[in-house]
């Protein structure tokens, strides 16, 4: 059986992982499994900006790789960079195996403002399924309430929903045929 395993960095907020299965194998049809938490890699961390590098996470993630996974998402609660970016919601390799997503930037927490359990939720469900949109060949889309529009900021990411637009579920049905 072909799935999308969920692999944790550290120590996550588990409460977040049954929706989250719940809501990825709504969007890609796919069985979504656990595997154990992979340590944080040390070499990851940035003490200059005080972030991880996305990169050093995702190449991580495939080392850990199963045979029957179709995709691998990686969560931590790290802030994430990448070398052109100063920040990322999440990482994927576009039409790859692996992406990652940080629970960091999307807490109200993290721009002191009181937390809200449900609206953190729905947005690590937006994240997630924009990440592996991405390893299924999916860019970015011009429909702000699509799961796969460019989110810069945490308004863009509370201006879209955490599915498919037509389109682009249309492009993601045409690429599952390879698999």
């Not at 991880?52 to 691998?72: F, G, I, M, T, Y």
């Not at 609206?119 to 309430?145: N, Q, S, W, Y």
């Not at 509370?158 to 599952?176: H, R």
Request: proline share 7%.
């Amino acid at each position: 059986m072909n799935s999308i395993y969920l692999i944790p960095f550290g120590t996550i907020d588990q409460d977040i992982l049954p929706p989250l299965e719940v809501t990825l194998w709504q969007v890609f049809g796919y069985d979504v499994q656990r595997l154990p938490a992979l340590a944080e890699p040390a070499s990851a961390f940035t003490p200059a900006t005080g972030q991880w590098n996305s990169s050093l996470l995702l190449r991580d993630l495939l080392s850990v790789r199963p045979e029957d996974a179709v995709r691998l998402l990686g969560i931590t609660e790290h802030d994430l960079f990448i070398p052109m970016l100063s920040f990322v919601f999440g990482h994927a390799q576009l039409n790859g195996p692996a992406a990652v997503i940080s629970l960091a930037r999307l807490r109200q927490e993290f721009y002191r403002l009181p937390g809200n359990i449900p609206l953190f939720h729905h947005r690590v469900m937006k994240e997630a399924v924009h990440e592996l949109g991405h390893t299924f060949g999916l860019i970015h889309c011009a429909d702000p309430r699509c799961a796969m529009s460019l989110s810069n900021g945490i308004r863009q990411v509370d201006a879209k929903e955490a599915e498919l637009c037509s389109d682009c579920y249309e492009l993601f049905q045409s690429s599952v045929v390879s698999i």
